[in-house]
T-cell receptor, first 114, second 113 residues
């Protein structure tokens, strides 16, 4: 999976608690992304990063924050988890090179908010 | 607002048959159209991608057909095999900066013996 590790792989948390998901890459790719996958919606971009400390919002950013203090780590935080944030979260990385801008995805984190 | 519409939602094809999945997009600024394959419990993996300057791209049994004027593109899987059973996502994005992709809703393909 292109040197991408997501942790944890599964998590159950209670409504109102903060949750942090971690994405770690060993590819030294510049761009990192967090998507969520829900039935009937495909994958939707939450936040992305184009370098250390450089992040921007995606399509469904409300209730989420991110941080990137090192090239290899991109953290997604649910500030106060809600049931609507129950989903599978995927981290992706990409780098523009002669081959294009292919995005590589991690294995995903299944988050359940009860 | 669904910027990339994908159909059908599910598809059953016999082994050896042709699987066809269609997508339509709205934003004419998109200039990168990949297809991703996802197996249960795994992340999506790039299958094949096309730029709007060509009308067709073929890689093995997989072909993308692209119609810029109609703002549509499709994936054809020739000689479909049971191992092709997976969920397929089309997507659209920009090559200018980050690879921010807008995904279709997915098609679950089942190839029967």
């Amino acid at each position: 999976d292109a040197g991408i590790t997501q942790s944890p792989r599964h998590k159950v948390t209670e409504t109102g608690t903060p949750v942090t998901l971690r994405c770690h890459q060993t590819e030294n790719h510049r761009y990192m992304y967090w998507y969520r996958q829900d039935p009937g919606h495909g994958l939707r971009l939450i936040h992305y990063s184009y370098g250390v400390k450089d992040t921007d919002k995606g399509e469904v950013s409300d209730g989420y924050s991110v941080s990137r203090s090192k090239t290899e780590d991109f953290l997604l935080t649910l500030e106060s988890a809600t049931s609507s944030q129950t989903s599978v979260y995927f981290c992706a990385i990409s780098e523009r090179d002669s081959r294009g801008i292919e995005a590589f995805f991690g294995q995903g984190t299944r988050l359940t908010v009860v | 607002q669904q910027q990339v519409k994908q159909s059908p939602q599910s598809l059953i094809v016999q082994k050896g048959g042709i699987s066809i999945i269609n997508c339509a997009y709205e934003n004419t600024a998109f200039d990168y159209f990949p297809w991703y394959q996802q197996f249960p419990g795994k992340g999506p993996a790039l299958l094949i991608a096309i730029r709007p300057d060509v009308s067709e791209k073929k890689e093995g049994r997989f072909t993308i057909s692209f119609n810029k004027s109609a703002k549509q593109f499709s994936l054809h899987i020739m000689d479909s095999q049971p191992g092709d059973s997976a969920t397929y996502f089309c997507a659209a994005g920009y090559t200018g900066t980050a690879s921010k992709l807008t995904f279709g809703t997915g098609t679950r393909l089942q190839v029967t013996l």
